[in-house]
């Protein structure tokens, strides 16, 4: 009786987790450079005399979905998609070095290049600043230069671009780092202008897997009414003796 209760229990419990997942992930479907993250379960014994046979299904993080998202033109200067496995550097709020594939990019009041989100963007040689009143172009390769109104062009910075050999992990705030710390620049990296990419979420998959995961939720709640039902008539034959 009581391993239907465990294995109704796990179920459950890991129905829950996945519908949480996957309504994270639907939210971010119009978030640029968003990786859908990915959900596996692993089945735990219980220890304890006479729980040999129990087992938990415990949650085991298996990352995110490494493949790109759909690339938009959007002809903004300060728009940039990156290529392959190139990743942007930026400053986490923490002040730690993050990585991110979200190109929005924009020049706050003190000059500062910076992401949409306020966060500051890190360049060859720590946070770029921008010479005032002048236009802004950016390279494949991250270049950034800037076209003073006199026609005059000059280098301003470059991009630091990033390519991980081994899978990143995401932050609570959004943002990726490395198990080995800050990664070194790659000259090779490159980025396309003027364009952004999209979150790689998609909507139709994460539907369906919300609405499997929902009836297996239900499945799991119908076994425990069942378990109850059978302890209530068993207690029940057991007072009758």
């Known amino acids: ?28 479907v119009s978030t640029n450079g968003f990786r859908a993250e990915l959900q596996a379960f692993r089945a735990v014994p219980v220890n304890g005399d006479g729980a040999s046979t129990r ?8 990352g995110y979905n490494p493949n790109g998202g759909p690339v938009q033109a959007t002809g903004r200067n300060l728009d940039v998609a990156m290529k392959d496995n190139a ?16 190109g929005s990019l924009d020049v706050n009041a003190e000059g500062l290049l910076v992401m949409r989100n ?11 600043t921008v ?3 002048t236009e802004l172009a950016i390279g494949t390769d991250g270049t950034i230069s800037a076209k003073d109104s006199k026609g005059k062009t000059s280098t ?18 959004g943002l990726f780092r490395a198990a080995e710390g800050d990664l070194t620049a790659n ?20 539907m369906v897997g919300m609405i499997a995961a ?22 029940k034959l057991l007072g009758s003796t």
Request: hydrophobic share 40%; glycine share 8%; charged share 20%.
């Open 1 to 28: 009786m009581d391993r239907m209760i465990y294995l109704s229990m796990a179920g459950a419990k890991a129905s829950m987790q996945r519908q949480d997942v996957l309504a994270n992930n639907l939210a971010n």
């Open 187 to 206: 000259a090779d990296a490159r980025l396309q202008d003027g364009a952004l990419e999209g979150s790689n979420v998609s909507p139709v998959e994460t």
């Open 55 to 62: 087992a938990y299904a415990l949650e085991t993080t298996v």
């Open 156 to 173: 301003v910075a470059k991009l630091k671009l990033v390519t991980p050999e081994a899978p990143l992990t995401r932050g609570p705030d």
């Open 118 to 128: 306020g966060l500051q963007v890190i360049g060859d040689g720590g946070p770029i």
């Open 87 to 102: 990743w942007l550097a930026v400053q986490g709020l923490d002040g730690t070095e993050a990585y991110t594939r979200a």
């Open 214 to 235: 929902a009836r297996q939720f239900e499945q799991q709640m119908k076994l425990l009414q069942i378990a109850q039902t059978q302890g209530q008539q068993s207690a």
């Open 131 to 133: 010479p005032q009143n």
